[in-house]
Nanobody, 123 residues
Framework: QVQLVESGGGLVQPGGSLRLSCAASGSIFSTYPMGWFRQAPGKEREFVGVVGLNAGTRYYGDSVKGRFTISRDNAKNTVYLQMNSLRPEDTAVYYC????????????????WGRGTQVTVSS
């Protein structure tokens, strides 16, 4: 079973950047598409993006297109989320997830989750 640990969250000013990391245990990381989701207080978990097995396939949620980039390093068992031009509405707990079925774009599609990392965008 793969375990996921997110890191890199914190407080950043509007317009700033952060890079989140998600480290996976286990030797089969390269066989999973990897997704990022976020959840703000009182809101449903929202799709941020997903990267396929070799990073050739990437999809993003409409609210982050053009600002966020997902990448993966299979040699390091790590997936990244580079977040630029951050806005206060990006404030949320960010989760990585693995082993999706279906569309890859809803939380219900994923079978393995990390515990999340808090991102706060505020001046």
């Amino acid at each position: 079973q793969v375990q996921l640990v997110e890191s890199g969250g914190g407080l950043v000013q509007p317009g700033g950047s952060l890079r989140l990391s998600c480290a996976a245990s286990g030797s089969i990381f390269s066989t999973y598409p990897m997704g990022w989701f976020r959840q703000a207080p009182g809101k449903e978990r929202e799709f941020v993006g997903v990267v396929g097995l070799n990073a050739g396939t990437r999809y993003y949620g409409d609210s982050v297109k053009g600002r966020f980039t997902i990448s993966r390093d299979n040699a390091k068992n790590t997936v990244y989320l580079q977040m630029n031009s951050l806005r206060p509405e990006d404030t949320a707990v960010y989760y990585c997830a693995a082993d999706p079925d279906g569309s890859w774009r809803t939380p219900e599609d994923y079978n393995i989750w990390g515990r999340g990392t808090q991102v706060t965008v505020s001046s």
